[in-house]
Nanobody, 120 residues
Framework: QVHVVESGGGLVQPGGSLRLSCAAS????????MAWYRQVPGKERELVAQ???????DYVDSVKGRFTISSDNAKNTVYLQMNNLKPEDTAVYYC??????????????WGQGTQVTVSS
């Protein structure tokens, strides 16, 4: 079993910054990718940023230049630094990790989500 726990959400004014953290723990043989998604009511969950085991990164266009994803592989932790936040960034942010629990079996695991609200 793998547990994924996010932290760092909250209320921030437009133009402000937040840093989200996500830690994976449990039966981990190897982590392949760690990613942040977000979802607002009535809309599909959206991939915001992803980092792979070689530190390659990818971002949705709407956050390029404002958000930075990074990881600490020794701690199985991924971060999302969010700068110049806009009201449209308001959402529940979810962490997703692609984990091999053995050499044979690979699964995706989700965290419980953390609310980010950008409002004056």
């Amino acid at each position: 079993q793998v547990h994924v726990v996010e932290s760092g959400g909250g209320l921030v004014q437009p133009g402000g910054s937040l840093r989200l953290s996500c830690a994976a723990s449990g039966q981990i043989f190897r982590i392949w990718t760690m990613a942040w998604y977000r979802q607002v009511p009535g809309k599909e969950r959206e991939l915001v940023a992803q980092i792979d085991s070689d530190s390659g990164t990818d971002y949705v266009d709407s956050v390029k230049g404002r958000f930075t994803i990074s990881s600490d592989n020794a701690k199985n932790t991924v971060y999302l630094q969010m700068n110049n936040l806009k009201p449209e960034d308001t959402a529940v942010y979810y962490c997703n990790v692609r984990v091999s629990i053995t050499i044979q079996y690979t699964y995706y695991y989700w965290g419980q989500g953390t609310q980010v609200t950008v409002s004056s």
